[in-house]
């Protein structure tokens, strides 16, 4: 299974789980949803695995984190921060991780990336980032463990009973334990891209939340 294919599950099961959140319907669409955030956040470490350009892959989720906000901003809608700014840290805090110098000492180096980390940690928390901690943690995931999927699998699993047990940590529901289902898609990933569309998917995000307040309004109106 390609990355596109990965991300065509992502937003469909995105699209069905915002279904759900806005306009209504059965639970089981909550539950699919749960689905959609650990594709993404798979998909971001393969794509800092790959990417030619960090500098540029940064650049372009910041541009479309904080343009998707600033309408909440200018008119003042109490809507939390986008899973942009939670994909930009993301990314971040594993070229943090990744980073190498042999210039400075390994433990100091190792002390300035868990303060960096923690840095990103507490930000993605404090400004109720979409997932916040358990997000970050979760693109961490799949990027320190790339090549082991026990591990993945575990931490994953811890990540979702620590959630159970403490609800209050991350702010996630129960449901979120459901997302464990999306490794049967990501372990199929074959290491290949597959179609080129780069732009559609940051592009599907802002409208498809327009799409889902138009089919609100009209089944309101019926």
């Known amino acids: 299974?390609?990355?596109?294919?990965?991300?065509?599950?992502?937003?469909i099961t995105m699209f069905l789980d915002h279904y759900h959140y806005i306009v209504g319907g059965s639970e089981i669409l909550n539950v699919v949803g749960r689905i959609a955030f650990p594709i993404f956040a798979f998909t971001l470490s393969e794509g800092y695995t790959h990417t030619r350009n960090l500098k540029k892959y940064l650049l372009?989720?910041?541009?479309?984190?904080?343009g998707i906000q600033l309408p909440s901003i200018l008119f003042?809608?109490?809507?939390?921060?986008?899973?942009?700014?939670t994909l930009f840290f993301g990314?971040?805090?594993i070229y943090?991780?990744?980073?190498?110098?042999?210039?400075?000492?390994?433990?100091?180096?190792?002390l300035i990336k868990i303060s960096l980390i923690g840095f990103i940690l507490f930000i993605s928390q404090k400004y109720e980032f979409d997932y916040g901690i358990y997000g970050i943690?979760?693109?961490?995931?799949?990027?320190?463990?790339?090549?082991?999927?026990?591990?993945?699998?575990?931490?994953?699993?811890?990540l979702n009973t620590?959630?159970?047990?403490?609800?209050?940590?991350?702010g996630l529901t129960d449901t979120q334990f459901f997302s464990l289902i999306s490794l049967i898609f990501i372990?199929?990933?074959?290491?290949?891209?597959?179609?080129?569309?780069k732009y559609f998917f940051y592009l599907f995000y802002p409208i498809h939340f327009f799409i889902l307040e138009v089919i609100k309004f009209i089944l309101e109106k019926m």
């Open 60 to 66: 372009r989720l910041f541009i479309f984190a904080v």
């Open 137 to 158: 943690l979760l693109i961490m995931n799949f990027n320190i463990f790339r090549n082991d999927k026990f591990k993945i699998l575990m931490n994953f699993l811890i």
């Open 162 to 170: 620590f959630n159970k047990i403490f609800p209050n940590v991350f």
């Open 91 to 93: 990314l971040l805090a």
């Open 76 to 85: 003042s809608y109490n809507y939390p921060m986008n899973v942009f700014f």
């Open 1 to 11: 299974m390609s990355l596109f294919i990965l991300k065509i599950i992502g937003i």
């Open 187 to 197: 372990f199929m990933y074959n290491g290949k891209k597959g179609r080129s569309m």
């Open 96 to 110: 943090v991780f990744n980073f190498k110098s042999i210039r400075i000492k390994p433990k100091f180096l190792w």
